[in-house]
C-alpha cells in the first residue's frame, strides 16, 4: 500500500487510518522533529487520472493553507507521496458533532455554543474569499475541553480543481446538506451556499433531523432544489415561530432571499435564542430525543457580569466568482452563562469560579427557609466550616478595601494569611462539597496574584478549569499568572481558549491586549483593548487586579 501503518510519508510517519469518504482517506500520523501528531488527508486515487490536477491541488491548497482562524482546523502542509496529494492538517482530539448527535439532542444553549464558533469561522473564511461547501455535522469537531472546530475547509474545492472522471462525474458536497445551486452545479458560488447548509445543520439541531429525507441521494438532492421547506412547526408543535423564521430564512430556495452572511444567520439565531433562554430560565429547548430517547436537559442562565461592547467595524466582503456579499462582523452579545442544572453543587461552583468579575460570592440559587426551632430545642449553632469560610471571605474583602486606601502592605499581609488559611483547610479538610472546595480555590487563587505569587496561584485555578472545563474564567486566572511569569505565548495559548470558550469575556480580551502590546503587536492589542471595554473595564475591575496589572504594564496610557 502506499499509506499504510508504519511507513514513512516525507517527514511523517503514519500511526493508523482514521477514516474514509468519498474524496479523501485520513489517516493519523507523527512528526519525530516537532514531537506532534498530525492528521493527513490523501485524496482519492482517481485524482491522479488527470495529469494537471496537481498543480491545481497546490494552488487551491496554498489558498486553504493561509487560513488562520481559532475554529478552523489548520492546514500545516501539503504535498504528494507516489503520485497521491495529500494535505497535512493539525490532528484533533475529540469527536464530531456527529457522533455527538448519536447519542442524544443538544439543549438549545447547546446548540448555541457549538454553532457560534462555526459561524465566526465561516465568517472569516468568507471575509478571505474562500468558501467551505461542505458544512455538516461531520466536519464539526468538538473537544473534551469545550472547543469546536470546522474541519475540511476548501476540501470540496480542491476535489473539483481537478478534472478526474471523480470530480466531474461525482456532486462534491453531501446531498443532505448540499444548497440548490451547488446541487444544480451553479459555477457562480458565493458565502449564501455555505449560509444554506450551515442552516441545515441548525435545521436538524433544533428539529431532530435534517428537512429532506428520501431514499436516494438523487432524490434528496430534488427536494432541496424544489420541494418546499418542511415547517419545523408542522414536524414539532410548539416549536417557536421565531426560530422558524430564522430557518425559514436561511433555508430558502433562492440565495438572495437567505441572510447575506454567516454573521447575519447567527445574530438573528442567538438573538431569538437568548429570548427563549431566558424566558424559560430553568429548561432549554431541545429536539425530542428521536435519536436516543435520551430526555432534553435543564439548564440555569447565569446573568452577565461585565458590559458589553460593540464591534469596531465590519469584515470585508466576499469575492466570488459571479457577485460581492457584504459580510458585516459578527455582533458581540449578551454571554449566555449557561450551566447544566442537572447538578445544583456544580452550578453553584460554576458561578463560584467567575474568578475576575466579582470579589464576592453570589446567593445560592435556591435559598432554603431557615428551619423552624422545635421546642425545647437547644439554640442554633452555626457551622463551624461555614463560619471559617465567612471570615476568610470577610478578610479577603478587607485585603481590597486597603488597596482602594492604597495601604498597599498591609493588604499584602491579609491577602497571604487568607491563602494560607485557605490552603490549610483544603489541605485538612479532603471531604469538603465541591461548593465550598471551589471557594476556597477561588479565593487562594486571587490572593495568591494579588501579591503576585504566579506559582502559588496557578495550580488553585487549574484545578477550578478542571472543575469546569467548558468556563472561560478560570483560564484567565491561570493566563494572569502566566503573565506575571513573562511566559507570553503560554498566556496568549490560554487566553484563546478562553475566548473560544466566551468571546464576550471583557477580562480575556484585556489580558490579551496586554500580552499582545507587551510583544510590540500594538494594532491587535489595540483591537483587543477595545473589544474589552477599554479604560471603563479596568475601572471596574476588583481592587485585588489593580496593582497585578500595574505589575505587567498594563494600563490605559500603554493603549493611547
Keep these: 500500500m502506499t499509506f499504510s501503518s508504519g511507513e514513512n510519508v516525507g517527514p511523517y510517519r503514519i500511526v493508523e487510518q482514521l477514516g474514509s469518504g468519498g474524496m479523501a482517506t485520513v489517516f493519523k500520523a507523527y512528526h519525530a522533529n516537532l514531537d506532534r501528531y498530525v492528521a493527513i488527508k490523501v485524496l482519492h486515487p482517481a485524482f491522479k487520472q488527470d495529469p494537471n490536477f496537481l498543480s491545481r491541488f497546490q494552488r487551491e491548497a496554498r489558498i486553504v493553507a493561509k487560513l488562520q482562524h481559532p475554529a478552523i482546523v489548520p492546514v500545516y502542509d501539503f504535498n504528494e507521496h507516489a503520485g497521491q496529494p495529500y494535505l497535512v492538517m493539525r490532528f484533533i482530539e475529540g469527536e464530531t458533532l456527529k457522533a455527538r448527535l448519536s447519542k442524544g439532542d443538544l439543549p438549545l444553549f447547546e ?44 476540501l470540496a474545492r480542491i476535489a473539483q480543481a481537478g478534472e478526474s472522471t471523480l470530480s466531474q462525474d461525482a456532486l462534491v458536497g453531501t446531498p443532505q446538506y448540499i444548497s440548490p445551486e451547488q446541487a444544480r452545479g451553479d459555477p457562480d458560488l458565493d458565502a449564501r451556499t455555505d449560509i444554506y447548509s450551515l442552516g441545515v445543520v441548525l435545521y436538524e439541531l433544533l428539529i431532530g433531523r435534517v428537512p429532506y429525507q428520501a431514499d436516494t441521494p438523487y432524490a434528496v438532492i430534488h427536494d432541496h432544489i424544489y420541494a418546499p421547506l418542511p415547517l419545523p412547526r408542522s414536524i414539532k408543535p410548539g416549536f417557536p415561530e421565531t426560530l422558524e423564521r430564522v430557518l425559514l430564512k436561511a433555508l430558502a430556495k433562492e440565495r438572495g432571499d437567505r441572510y447575506a452572511s454567516a454573521a447575519e444567520l447567527m445574530t438573528a439565531f442567538e438573538s431569538a435564542a437568548q429570548v427563549i433562554i431566558s424566558e424559560a430560565p430553568t429548561q432549554a429547548l ?10 432534553a436537559q435543564p439548564m440555569v442562565v447565569v446573568p452577565p457580569i461585565v458590559p458589553v461592547v460593540t464591534p469596531l467595524a465590519s469584515s470585508p466582503a466576499v469575492a466570488t466568482s459571479g457577485s460581492t456579499v457584504p459580510t458585516p462582523a459578527l455582533k458581540t452579545r449578551t454571554p449566555l452563562w449557561i450551566g447544566l442544572g442537572l447538578a445544583a453543587v456544580a452550578i453553584i461552583a460554576i458561578m463560584a469560579v467567575m474568578v475576575l468579575n466579582r470579589d464576592r460570592q453570589p446567593p445560592p440559587l435556591n435559598p432554603q427557609p431557615p428551619r423552624q426551632q422545635m421546642p425545647g430545642e437547644p439554640p442554633h449553632q452555626p457551622d463551624e466550616l461555614a463560619m471559617q469560610i465567612e471570615s476568610l471571605q470577610t478578610q479577603f474583602r478587607r485585603a481590597n478595601d486597603l488597596i482602594n486606601q492604597n495601604q498597599l502592605e498591609p493588604a499584602q499581609a491579609e491577602f497571604i494569611q487568607a491563602a494560607e488559611n485557605a490552603e490549610r483547610l483544603l489541605r485538612d479538610r479532603p471531604d469538603l462539597p465541591s ?3 471551589v471557594r476556597l480555590h477561588t479565593l487562594a487563587g486571587q490572593s495568591w496574584l494579588a501579591v503576585q505569587q504566579p506559582d502559588r496561584a496557578q495550580p488553585h485555578f487549574q484545578e477550578l478549569a478542571d472543575l469546569a472545563p467548558k468556563e472561560a474564567e478560570p483560564l484567565v ?12 505565548d503560554a498566556a496568549n495559548e490560554v487566553l484563546d481558549r478562553a475566548i473560544r470558550l466566551n468571546p464576550d469575556l471583557n477580562s480575556a480580551h484585556l489580558l490579551k491586549a496586554c500580552a499582545l502590546i507587551k510583544q510590540n503587536e500594538r494594532l491587535p492589542a489595540l483591537r483587543e483593548f477595545r473589544q474589552a471595554g477599554g479604560a471603563e473595564t479596568l475601572i471596574k475591575l476588583p481592587a485585588w487586579m489593580q496593582p497585578v496589572l500595574n505589575r505587567i504594564e498594563c494600563n490605559p496610557e500603554r493603549f493611547k
Design 435 to 437: 461548593e465550598q472546595r
Design 477 to 488: 486566572g491561570v493566563a494572569l499568572a502566566e503573565l506575571l511569569r513573562g511566559n507570553l
Design 111 to 154: 446548540v448555541v455554543q457549538v454553532l457560534h464558533p462555526v459561524g465566526e469561522a465561516l465568517q472569516y473564511a468568507h471575509g478571505q474569499g474562500v468558501l467551505h461547501r461542505d458544512v455538516k455535522p461531520s466536519n464539526i469537531l468538538l473537544t473534551p475541553d469545550g472547543s469546536v472546530f470546522l474541519a475540511d475547509f476548501g
Design 286 to 295: 431541545a429536539p425530542e430525543a428521536q435519536r436516543s430517547g435520551a430526555a
